[in-house]
């Protein structure tokens, strides 16, 4: 007994020093330093985000007095409604233009910039990131006074030339035109800068071999800078339709959903069914249905940046 | 060392004293004797109302012996709305909360009921009128009791000059200062006259027809005025009916009097219209008016503040009321009912009524003929009528007698005012029909 108890001992001694030495091996490693230093910013996304996001699965799964489990009733009843189908192809119809339209001023203006002088450079560069680092409740708030039915102030202008007055908000096809207008001017400078970051980092000598190889400016962007640029296009573009399709304050601002609902996009829309309606189970659900649209596109998206990052 | 021996007398006396005071500690009424209340108050828009409520407050918490915190809450933004979301669903937060005309109902299961202050109140102040049974109660039970710190009429604010000189319609002769309205001439047919002389002469009435409640609450009295029910009281779908039809024919016509922009108003807009000169009339309470005072005298001068236009089925005006609720999970129930008895006394109501500057209205037919309402101007009496003295127009929400949460429904999705514009842009009677029936038929579940 007694031998065998020692023999026990020394067996384990070793084992725990291995582990210990382990443990201490595994502390040095760089992906574990990396990992405990980001474990704050982690347990803080598990709580703001995480959290409430499975709740709102929880709340999209009772029925409207929050009392009694549903399970997918909610979407049942919202795949039967028309004004969600309207939603549904108005949030796409908004993201999907607005999206594209920040996209292409972005990249067009991403180059006016790289082309000026470096020395005034970054006047160009903080002047046209003012839009995107207003709040956008903020000037939203001035382009209403701007589209105001009463005293719009491009009514006002537009006046001088005979033309109008144009019911920017009042009309179904006006009022889509300015919330896109709206998104694409808050918008287009993250693109700017982003496609901005990306083009100083194409060496010049591809642009150099270009111009040996007689290519003209079309087929520099077509050849060179947009396959250099690739990545950053496809990550911006997934990041900005997110933002897009979850929007809600230049819409709600703007429009309300208005008139008659030609406006609404999903968080806009929930928050009409959710808050205002009192049917908070509803209005999750709602905006739970932009999850899987989102999730297509970023499986795609993605899928493309890694195929791409392979070839590379 | 020595020690001071305890006699039996002296330990006799010593517990005797301890129990004494320990039985009678909690009698002895300190500062916060009562405990702590906590309230989210409606934010109110006119400079210094607040006051009012904070003094009122806090005269009753320094003779109950409660410690009190207030927080005024705004609407911007419907803020309000999405505390009461947001307490509701936590089951934590203030043990009083204001809350907006459908909101008692929506919260219905987390509400303390006060029967047994509204009997009391009602005893003082009068009868109630039907729009805050109607929102207050479920089953017999009072979810809340009527505050009158954001409670309002939207009714006609209209431009005494331009409505004689355009319409031949003499306002201040239908609805004099100091006496009973003269109005029986004052009918939808009438209205509609005015809308469209007002319109030719290029200073178009000023209704709007978006999503938001002043819109709402306009085209709902208007619906009332003909007998148009979207949902009866019993919970079935009523749209398809002559009534619907013959309201929404009187709105296609009002449609075409008004500025051609109305599908966008918010409710700042038509307030805006009233400040520019632009119109001849909007649906609003006074704060319109308080606003001209301020910033274009010479309009506010100008202005009378009067009942709706009688319809086939009678005259109908918006009543909105507040209420002071009480959350089932409040810890200080009693304070709270305390505190609302004591703000609902009519000395309470007459000085929070005049910090408004006779915007907020109290839902007691004892408290309508207030002095503010009197006195304010210019012009002299412009607010006379406001409070509905005379009791002439039944006060109603729209989307009433709808089974509250099925009218809240309707109400938030502005059905009313849509329809409207679906039908005055071209769209086929029966269509639209159709389509406010599906509507009303997806605002069943529950």
Same mark, same amino acid.
């Given at each position: 007994?007694?031998?065998?108890?020692?023999?026990?001992?020394?067996?384990?001694?070793?084992?725990?020093?291995?582990?210990?030495?382990?443990?201490?091996?595994?502390?040095?490693?760089?992906?574990?330093?990396?990992?405990?230093?980001?474990?704050?910013?982690?347990?803080?996304?598990?709580?703001?985000?995480?959290?409430?996001?499975?709740?709102?699965?929880?709340?999209?799964?009772?029925?409207?007095?929050?009392?009694?489990?549903?399970?997918?009733?909610?979407?049942?009843?919202?795949?039967?409604?028309?004004?969600?189908?309207?939603?549904?192809?108005?949030?796409?119809?908004?993201?999907?233009?607005?999206?594209?339209?920040?996209?292409?001023?972005?990249?067009?203006?991403?180059?006016?910039?790289?082309?000026?002088?470096?020395?005034?450079?970054?006047?160009?560069?903080?002047?046209?990131?003012?839009?995107?680092?207003?709040?956008?409740?903020?000037?939203?708030?001035?382009?209403?006074?701007?589209?105001?039915?009463?005293?719009?102030?491009?009514?006002?202008?537009?006046?001088?030339?005979?033309?109008?007055?144009?019911?920017?908000?009042?009309?179904?096809?006006?009022?889509?035109?300015?919330?896109?207008?709206?998104?694409?001017?808050?918008?287009?400078?993250?693109?700017?800068?982003?496609?901005?970051?990306?083009?100083?980092?194409?060496?010049?000598?591809?642009?150099?071999?270009?111009?040996?190889?007689?290519?003209?400016?079309?087929?520099?962007?077509?050849?060179?800078?947009?396959?250099?640029?690739?990545?950053?296009?496809?990550?911006?573009?997934?990041?900005?339709?997110?933002?897009?399709?979850?929007?809600?304050?230049?819409?709600?601002?703007?429009?309300?959903?208005?008139?008659?609902?030609?406006?609404?996009?999903?968080?806009?829309?929930?928050?009409?069914?959710?808050?205002?309606?009192?049917?908070?189970?509803?209005?999750?659900?709602?905006?739970?249905?932009?999850?899987?649209?989102?999730?297509?596109?970023?499986?795609?998206?993605?899928?493309?940046?890694?195929?791409?990052?392979?070839?590379? | 060392? *020595?020690?001071? &021996?305890?006699?039996?007398?002296?330990?006799? %006396?010593?517990? @005797? #004293?301890? =129990?004494?005071?320990?039985?009678? +500690?909690?009698?002895?009424?300190?500062?916060?004797?009562?405990?702590?209340?906590?309230?989210?108050?409606?934010?109110?828009?006119?400079?210094?109302?607040?006051?009012?409520?904070?003094?009122?407050?806090?005269?009753?918490?320094?003779?109950?012996?409660?410690?009190?915190?207030?927080?005024?809450?705004? *609407?911007?933004? &419907?803020?309000?709305?999405?505390?009461?979301? %947001?307490?509701? @669903? #936590?089951? =934590?937060?203030?043990?009083?909360? +204001?809350?907006?005309?459908?909101?008692?109902?929506?919260?219905?299961?987390?509400?303390?009921?006060?029967?047994?202050?509204?009997?009391?109140?009602?005893?003082?102040?009068?009868?109630?009128?039907?729009?805050?049974?109607?929102?207050?109660?479920?089953?017999?039970?009072?979810?809340?009791?009527?505050?009158?710190?954001?409670?309002?009429?939207?009714?006609?604010?209209?431009?005494?000059?331009?409505?004689?000189?355009?319409?031949?319609?003499?306002?201040?002769?239908?609805?004099?200062?100091?006496?009973?309205?003269?109005?029986?001439?004052?009918?939808?047919?009438?209205?509609?006259?005015?809308?469209?002389?007002?319109?030719?002469?290029?200073?178009?009435?000023?209704?709007?027809?978006?999503?938001?409640?002043?819109?709402?609450?306009?085209?709902?009295?208007?619906?009332?005025?003909?007998?148009?029910?979207?949902?009866?009281?019993?919970?079935?779908?009523?749209?398809?009916?002559?009534?619907?039809?013959?309201?929404?024919?009187?709105?296609?016509?009002?449609?075409?009097?008004?500025?051609?922009?109305?599908?966008?108003?918010?409710?700042?807009?038509?307030?805006?219209?009233?400040?520019?000169?632009?119109?001849?009339?909007?649906?609003?309470?006074?704060?319109?008016?308080?606003?001209?005072?301020?910033?274009?005298?010479?309009?506010?001068?100008?202005?009378?503040?009067?009942?709706?236009?009688?319809?086939?089925?009678?005259?109908?005006?918006?009543?909105?009321?507040?209420?002071?609720?009480?959350?089932?999970?409040?810890?200080?129930?009693?304070?709270?009912?305390?505190?609302?008895?004591?703000?609902?006394?009519?000395?309470?109501?007459?000085?929070?009524?005049?910090?408004?500057?006779?915007?907020?209205?109290?839902?007691?037919?004892?408290?309508?003929?207030?002095?503010?309402?009197?006195?304010?101007?210019?012009?002299?009496?412009?607010?006379?009528?406001?409070?509905?003295?005379?009791?002439?127009?039944?006060?109603?929400?729209?989307?009433?007698?709808?089974?509250?949460?099925?009218?809240?429904?309707?109400?938030?999705?502005?059905?009313?005012?849509?329809?409207?514009?679906?039908?005055?842009?071209?769209?086929?009677?029966?269509?639209?029909?159709?389509?406010?029936?599906?509507?009303?038929?997806?605002?069943?579940?529950?």
């Amino acid at each position: 007994m007694v031998d065998a108890a020692i023999g026990e001992d020394a067996i384990a001694r070793p084992r725990r020093a291995v582990r210990r030495r382990g443990l201490r091996n595994a502390l040095k490693r760089k992906s574990t330093t990396a990992f405990l230093l980001t474990l704050p910013l982690i347990l803080l996304i598990a709580l703001l985000v995480v959290y409430p996001a499975l709740y709102s699965v929880h709340l999209a799964t009772l029925n409207k007095s929050m009392q009694r489990f549903v399970g997918f009733g909610n979407f049942e009843f919202l795949f039967k409604r028309d004004t969600f189908w309207l939603v549904v192809k108005q949030s796409c119809i908004f993201a999907v233009t607005a999206v594209v339209f920040k996209a292409l001023i972005g990249f067009i203006v991403a180059h006016f910039v790289h082309n000026i002088p470096a020395k005034g450079q970054r006047k160009w560069r903080g002047m046209l990131l003012v839009p995107w680092v207003i709040p956008p409740a903020m000037s939203t708030l001035a382009w209403l006074w701007l589209f105001d039915p009463s005293y719009s102030a491009f009514n006002y202008t537009l006046a001088f030339f005979g033309i109008g007055p144009i019911p920017w908000t009042g009309d179904a096809a006006w009022a889509r035109f300015s919330v896109i207008l709206v998104n694409v001017w808050y918008g287009a400078p993250f693109f700017m800068i982003m496609y901005l970051a990306s083009l100083k980092s194409v060496p010049d000598q591809l642009y150099e071999a270009a111009a040996i190889d007689g290519a003209n400016w079309w087929q520099r962007i077509w050849y060179v800078t947009l396959p250099m640029m690739r990545n950053i296009i496809a990550i911006t573009t997934l990041f900005s339709l997110i933002v897009t399709f979850a929007n809600f304050d230049i819409v709600r601002i703007l429009t309300a959903g208005g008139p008659l609902d030609k406006t609404h996009i999903f968080a806009t829309w929930a928050f009409r069914v959710g808050i205002e309606g009192s049917d908070i189970p509803l209005g999750a659900s709602v905006s739970l249905f932009m999850v899987p649209i989102l999730a297509v596109a970023a499986i795609f998206i993605l899928r493309d940046v890694n195929k791409r990052g392979n070839e590379s | 060392m *020595s020690r001071r &021996k305890l006699n039996r007398r002296q330990f006799v %006396a010593a517990t @005797a #004293a301890t =129990s004494a005071v320990m039985i009678t +500690a909690p009698y002895v009424r300190g500062a916060y004797a009562a405990g702590k209340l906590s309230m989210g108050f409606w934010d109110h828009w006119v400079p210094g109302a607040n006051q009012a409520s904070t003094d009122l407050v806090n005269e009753w918490a320094a003779k109950e012996k409660v410690e009190v915190q207030i927080d005024y809450i705004t *609407s911007q933004g &419907k803020k309000i709305e999405l505390t009461i979301a %947001a307490e509701g @669903a #936590a089951k =934590s937060g203030h043990d009083l909360i +204001a809350m907006p005309t459908w909101w008692p109902h929506a919260h219905a299961e987390l509400l303390e009921p006060v029967n047994d202050i509204m009997g009391p109140i009602i005893q003082e102040n009068g009868e109630v009128n039907g729009t805050v049974k109607y929102l207050g109660q479920s089953g017999g039970k009072w979810l809340a009791v009527p505050s009158c710190v954001g409670s309002q009429i939207k009714g006609p604010c209209t431009r005494i000059d331009l409505m004689k000189k355009h319409a031949g319609i003499d306002v201040q002769q239908l609805y004099p200062a100091g006496g009973p309205p003269k109005a029986d001439s004052w009918t939808t047919e009438t209205f509609l006259k005015a809308a469209e002389a007002c319109q030719k002469a290029g200073v178009p009435f000023g209704i709007g027809l978006g999503e938001t409640t002043d819109s709402v609450d306009s085209a709902g009295a208007f619906f009332q005025a003909f007998g148009a029910e979207l949902v009866n009281a019993k919970g079935d779908v009523t749209v398809k009916t002559d009534a619907v039809r013959q309201a929404l024919e009187f709105y296609k016509r009002l449609i075409a009097a008004l500025p051609p922009d109305v599908a966008s108003w918010d409710d700042a807009s038509n307030n805006k219209w009233l400040v520019s000169g632009k119109g001849a009339m909007i649906m609003n309470p006074p704060s319109a008016w308080a606003v001209a005072k301020r910033d274009a005298p010479q309009i506010a001068e100008q202005c009378w503040t009067h009942g709706f236009p009688v319809g086939p089925k009678g005259r109908y005006a918006p009543f909105l009321p507040y209420f002071w609720s009480i959350w089932s999970f409040s810890k200080n129930k009693e304070a709270a009912k305390s505190l609302i008895v004591h703000l609902s006394k009519p000395a309470s109501i007459e000085k929070m009524v005049a910090a408004s500057g006779g915007y907020d209205l109290p839902a007691y037919e004892k408290l309508t003929t207030l002095k503010i309402w009197q006195e304010q101007g210019p012009p002299k009496g412009t607010l006379y009528h406001y409070p509905n003295p005379y009791n002439h127009q039944t006060l109603s929400i729209a989307a009433s007698p709808a089974p509250p949460k099925i009218a809240q429904q309707i109400y938030a999705q502005a059905t009313m005012t849509k329809m409207c514009l679906r039908y005055a842009q071209g769209e086929k009677m029966e269509a639209t029909l159709a389509w406010a029936e599906g509507e009303c038929e997806g605002f069943m579940r529950s």
